[in-house]
Structures are given as C-alpha cells and as structure tokens.
C-alpha cells in the first residue's frame, strides 16, 4: 500500500472537533437517511418483502453497534487489529481467501459481501488505533483525533450492518471477516505504527481503497437500489479522506502519493 508523505500533525484540534461535528451532523441529516432509502429499495429487489423488519433490524443494530463502539473505546476493552484479524480469517485457508466472496454470492450480492468486509477492516483498524492510544503505544495523542476516529468507526459500524442487512434478506449469512485480501497487510502496516501521525497514514489508505473500491463498483452493479446503497455511501468515505488529509497537514482532495492536487479521484486502488 502506498502511502503520502510523513509529517506531523499541526491542525488546531478546535478545527479537528469542528470538522468532526460536521461530518457527523452531515451523515444523520443526509448519509443514514439516503443509505436507509437505497437498503430498504435493494431488500424490495433482493429479499421478497422483507422490507420493514429487515430495516427496522438494521436501524435498531447499527445504532446499538455505534454506541457500543464508543462504550468499548471508553473502558479500552476492544481486541488488537492483529488478534481481531487472525480471528477474523480463521475459516478462511489461501484458496478461500483467494476466492472471496464467498460461493453462492453472484452479482449485487457478491459486491455487498465485498463492501461489507472492507467496513468490518475499517472498524478493527479504528478499534485497534483506539485502543493503542489508551495504552501509550502511540505517544500523546489529540483528544480531537481519538474524537475522530470513534465516530468514524461508528459510521463505518453502519455501513458493514447495510450490506449485511441486504445479505441477510436475501437469506444469506452476513459477512464478519475482515476483507482477507487486505488484512494480512494491514496487520503487518499496523504492526508499525508509532505515533499518531502513522495511524492517520493507515487510516488514510483504508478510506481510500474503501472510496475507490465504492466509485468503481457502482459502475458494476445491476439493480438501481444497490446502486442508490453504494452512492450514498462512498462520499462519507471521502469526507474521511478529506479529514484525515487535514489530519496530515496536507491537501485535503484528491491527490498523487507525492501530495500533487488531483482533478478526479483515481480508482488505482479499489479492491
């Protein structure tokens, strides 16, 4: 994975905290209600009228995961990335990973079950960056940053439990690995990680696979609800780019490794 340019934090964490609470006052007004509209039209495509439970599962559980994320951030009980990780691809030997998704996954579905392990990667990225930060391991960090990263992680904790709504209306399993494409490097980035400059270096490169991965697999998508479910899902995805770039000191858009201004955001990376 490639990475931008070292350098330390030097944001006013008054403008980090700002940004956050925009960011999280954008995704209640805008992002969970046009994610809601695109996960109840794909369950009409996918799950043969299991519309209103299947929605009102997935509200009542992303909303309990969100704040459970925050409450495990709190008592710093939440598990390494590198424990969580192995766990995560126990079932998983290289054939299966290789193969992922899983089989019997075609089509739509097969992206949701994509999507949903890149979230579930996210989320044991943000926890493991947490719950290094109460132990030290990080040096000082900024409350503003550790603000950051757990409404982060609850935004992603919402995305994974959409994608697993549609799975699960569909009458199949919901996907709780981590991508296992991507976990074996991220646990050997992880594994390096310092400071709090570094987290935000790794947390970068997660959100953008995650952003590019969403722009080029709405293209591939066949029904418009799932195509409505990956869009209103991919700009919250830049939003934490954009964030973390100003978490960097650096441009907050689209840009090369070397830090040079991007018209469009490239997809060079998508999963």
Do not use: C
Not at 169 to 184: D, H
């Amino acid at each position: 994975m490639s990475k931008p340019r070292k350098v330390t934090f030097e944001g006013s964490e008054s403008e980090l905290l700002g940004m956050t609470k925009d960011l999280n006052e954008l995704h209640g007004d805008v992002g969970l209600p046009a994610m809601d509209e695109g996960i109840s039209n794909m369950i009409d495509v996918v799950g043969g009228g299991a519309r209103a439970t299947s929605r009102r599962r997935f509200l009542l559980g992303a909303g309990a995961a969100a704040a459970g994320g925050a409450a495990m951030f709190v008592v710093g009980g939440t598990p390494t990335l590198a424990g969580a990780a192995t766990r995560s691809l126990s079932s998983f030997d290289a054939a299966k990973a290789a193969a992922f998704p899983p089989a019997g996954l075609k089509g739509d579905l097969a992206v949701a079950a994509v999507a949903a392990s890149l979230e579930n990667l996210a989320v044991f990225a943000y926890t493991s960056g947490l719950a290094a930060a109460t132990t030290g391991k990080l040096g000082t960090v900024p409350p503003a940053v550790a603000t950051f990263a757990t409404t982060v992680k609850g935004q992603h904790t919402q995305h994974a439990a959409a994608w697993n709504a549609v799975l699960k209306s569909a009458g199949k399993a919901p996907v709780t690995v981590t991508n296992p494409k991507l976990t074996p490097t991220v646990q050997a980035d992880f594994a390096k990680v310092t400071d709090v400059t570094g987290l935000a270096q790794l947390a970068l490169t997660l959100e953008t696979i995650a952003a590019q991965t969403y722009q080029v697999e709405t293209s591939m998508l066949k029904s418009k609800a799932a195509i409505e479910l990956s869009s209103s899902i991919q700009p919250v995805e830049m939003q934490h780019i954009a964030i973390l770039y100003y978490v960097l000191g650096m441009y907050p858009g689209a840009q090369s490794a070397s830090g040079t201004p991007l018209a469009f955001n490239p997809t060079s990376q998508a999963a």
